[in-house]
């Protein structure tokens, strides 16, 4: 299974940008799909995820409001729209795939494939 994220780049403080991860190898219908980030300096953050089973989205208090997590299964692809973008957005952005249990979404250790990482940078 490979995760390709892509979508990232610079944006000034109050734009928009939207991420994309692609899936091959498997269905992404069988993956719960998540989205973390490290900002330079922090340990890796939890942003994001959309269930494997109804889809419903869970979101850090962070980002809740601002951004928004969504799948396409028939395109295999799952998205992260960020928009109102804070300059303590700044990070790498990974798409990870898995099926933890509600109570351990936020735990990245449970996820069992990941991409590559982009970069999003909000400047002022």
């Known amino acids: 299974v490979q995760l390709q994220a892509s979508g990232g780049g610079s944006v000034q403080a109050g734009g928009s940008l939207r991420l994309s991860c692609v899936v091959s190898?498997?269905?992404?219908?069988?993956?719960?799909m998540a989205w973390f980030r490290r900002a330079p300096g922090r340990e890796r953050e939890f942003v994001a995820t959309?269930?494997?089973?109804?889809?419903?989205?869970y979101y850090s208090d962070s980002v809740k409001g601002r951004f928004t997590i969504s799948r396409d299964n028939a395109a295999n692809t799952v998205y992260l729209q960020m928009n109102s973008l804070k300059l303590e957005d700044t990070a790498v952005y990974s798409c990870?795939?898995?099926?933890?249990?509600?109570?351990?979404?936020?735990?990245?250790?449970?996820?069992?494939?990941w991409g590559q990482g982009t970069q999003v940078t909000v400047s002022s």
């Open positions: 990870a795939a898995g099926n933890p249990i509600l109570s351990s979404i936020r735990d990245a250790n449970l996820y069992h494939y």
């Open positions: 959309i269930r494997q089973s109804g889809g419903r989205t």
């Open positions: 190898g498997a269905t992404l219908r069988s993956y719960g």
